[in-house]
């Protein structure tokens, strides 16, 4: 056996196996729809799971989503919540893949705009598009072979019409006919689940943003409290209940494979609290800036505590802290 040949360490090698993996998902998802009180539908050739818009959608619809933003490459489940006296319930995930699940696939990175339909998208399809700064930066945009599927998750509120199907696989480089959706609106059950079980993502996304090699990052758990979902049609208030679960009710933990003076420079920015707007629901933080999410501080956007463990020294690193008050103000408890 040759032992100098090279070999892929790294989290952030352009694989399709992301993409495989969700394709496999979705097509399990598909077949439970109705035991998960989803439907169905086709649009120009693609196929749509509804986990929100038309129907209620579940519980279950929810982990399956964020499964599907994920590639599946991470394990998601609700777990009690026994930290916070606010909700019960908390969702939880766990992977050892954390670059490509979260940055390759759950990202929300995509604002797909057609006329006057507007979703943000995650999953495995962005990196086929491949158009985010950060998918080039860390080298896990690739383009589309005969093969490939595009699978994807909308957040929105309505079902994407034919153009939007067209668009969206042409910016893939599929065929209609290899585009697999799901969706579900912020306001719903499903929506609820995946948008929070993003925990671990924000946290990737805002070590990113601090210039932290996010490749160290060997392993990742986070868990967010599940908040109830908002009533119909308020997407302002589901927006503000999901981010503020995020900001000030979610706990991951990393472990990382970096020099302990690279993990101590960044470990006390890295959650919310670093930011001046931190500390009121983002419902309100949302209207100061006139409901543009690109108006918003950056550095906002993180869980509400942050621990680092250091796979080479054994170190540790815990910053931020839980406000249950601003989630009981944000849930209406």
């Known amino acids: ?47 749509v799971l509804d986990a929100g818009v038309n129907r209620l959608g579940s519980l279950e619809a929810g982990v399956g989503l964020a499964r599907l933003c994920m590639g599946d490459f991470a394990d998601i489940s609700y777990s009690a919540n026994d930290s916070l006296d606010v909700v019960d319930l908390s969702v939880s995930v766990r992977t050892d893949h954390p670059v490509k699940a979260c940055l390759a696939g759950q990202y929300a990175g995509w604002p797909v705009s057609v006329d ?17 700064a950060m998918l080039e930066h860390l080298e896990l945009a690739r383009r589309a072979t005969e093969d490939d599927f ?20 042409n910016e893939c480089g599929v065929t209609t006919h290899r585009l697999c959706l799901a969706i579900a609106p912020s306001t ?34 986070g868990n967010a409290p599940l908040p109830p979902p908002a009533k119909d049609g308020d997407t302002i208030q589901g927006i503000g209940r999901t981010n503020d679960a995020m900001l000030y009710g979610a706990r991951v933990t990393l472990w990382v494979d970096a020099d302990d003076d690279a993990i101590a420079d960044v470990a006390a920015k890295v959650p919310g609290e670093s930011s001046d707007d931190h500390g009121k629901p983002f ?51």
Not at 22 to 38: K, S
Not at 151 to 156: H, M
Not at 302 to 325: C, E, I, N, Q, Y
Request: aromatic share 8%; charged share 25%; proline share 5%.
């Open 283 to 333: 419902a309100q933080i949302f209207k100061q800036y006139d409901y543009d999410f690109y108006k918003v501080d950056p550095m906002l956007f993180s869980p509400a505590v942050v621990t680092m463990h250091s796979l080479r020294s054994g170190k540790s690193w815990r910053h931020g802290r839980l406000m249950p008050d601003v989630l009981r103000e944000s849930f209406s408890l």
């Open 116 to 132: 006057d339909f507007f979703a943000m998208a995650s999953g495995p399809m962005r990196m086929l598009r491949g158009k985010e």
């Open 150 to 169: 595009a699978v994807g998750v909308l957040e929105a509120d309505r079902l994407p019409t034919e153009e939007v199907i067209q668009t969206i696989a």
């Open 188 to 221: 719903s059950l499903a929506g609820s689940a995946q948008v929070v079980a993003r925990s671990v993502e924000t946290a990737l996304h805002k070590l990113h943003a601090l210039d932290f090699d996010v490749t160290a990052v060997v392993s990742a758990h």
């Open 1 to 47: 056996m040759n032992t100098d040949a090279p070999r892929l360490n790294r989290e952030n090698s352009p694989s399709p196996d992301l993409c495989r993996s969700a394709v496999r998902c979705f097509d399990e998802l598909w077949d439970a729809a109705p035991r998960m009180n989803c439907d169905r539908v086709t649009i120009g050739g693609a196929r």
